[in-house]
């Protein structure tokens, strides 16, 4: 049994926000791999299915992003599950925009709902980093955080979700570099025929020779009288 937790903050207000991105990334596994309809459960919102023979247990606290931890406490214990078989999809202020890291343990690096889970948890737990960028300046983090992404982030943001999503079963499978690379695949399509397959530059004639004439009779004729 695994826990899967998205963090956000609850209510339509935050919906878009880049600090819900957790929340998206489990609404779009969710939604693509058959989950039952989201049910109120510990504090939080909860859908549980499969990934092969892997039981999945997808929460969505709706506590309010600091405190978090109280939630995911609360289904741990209940589900008697260790923390190491917790993975946390969160937003990341150290990453560029829609890059995407996996980390077993660690610090919080300030993060509130990862402070909040520090604190009921301990630190022995996965996390998928999802990059949101930084805003350039510390003061200016709490309103970047709770503002939404930018219409024109709105493709890239979809790929990387619809990656996210696909890389899903690798991920309960313990197959992290799968996951990422199934996220690498939505994020940087591979390269077209055309990319693959450039057209060859013109041939140029040997050094002292006169390079082919390609014009047609009526080109001649007209290049005569110029």
């Given at each position: 049994?695994?826990?899967w937790?998205g963090l956000g903050?609850p209510g339509?207000?935050?919906?878009g926000?880049r600090?819900?991105?957790?929340f998206?990334?489990?609404d779009?596994?969710?939604a693509d791999?058959?989950f ?5 459960k510990?504090q939080a ?5 499969r990934f092969?023979s892997e039981?999945v247990?997808?929460l969505?606290?709706?506590t309010f ?7 995911v406490?609360e289904?741990?214990?209940f589900?008697?599950?260790e ?7 969160h ?7 829609f ?9 919080h690096?300030g993060?509130?709902g990862?402070r909040?889970i ?9 996390r998928?980093?999802?990059g949101?960028g ?9 309103g970047?955080?709770?503002?939404d ?7 890239a943001?979809?790929d990387?979700?619809r ?6 079963p690798?991920?309960a499978?313990?197959?992290?570099p ?6 690498a ?9 055309q990319?693959?397959n450039?057209?060859?530059a013109p041939?140029?004639?040997?050094e002292g020779e006169?390079?082919p004439?390609?014009?047609n009779p009526?080109?001649k004729?007209?290049d005569?009288f110029r």
């Open positions: 049994m695994q826990l937790v903050n339509a207000k935050y919906a926000n600090h819900n991105v957790g998206m990334a489990l779009r596994i969710a791999h058959g039952p309809a989201w049910r109120s510990f919102e909860l859908s549980e299915g092969g039981r247990a997808l969505k606290p709706a992003m600091n405190l978090s931890g109280q939630s406490g289904a741990m214990r589900l008697k599950i923390s190491t078989a917790v993975t946390v999809f937003d990341e202020l150290d990453l560029a925009p890059k995407l890291r996996l980390k077993a343990g660690g610090g690096a993060h509130n990862l909040s520090h604190q009921h948890l301990g630190p022995h737990y996965d998928v980093r999802i949101i930084h805003p350039g300046h510390k003061d200016r983090v709490s970047y955080v709770l503002s992404f930018a219409k024109s982030e709105g493709d943001l979809d990387m979700l990656g996210i999503s696909d890389g899903a690798k991920l499978a313990g197959d992290g799968g996951f990422l690379n199934a996220v695949l939505r994020v940087v399509p591979a390269k077209t025929a990319d693959t450039p057209t060859p041939k140029l004639a040997p006169a390079a004439d390609t014009r009526l080109q004729l007209a005569r």
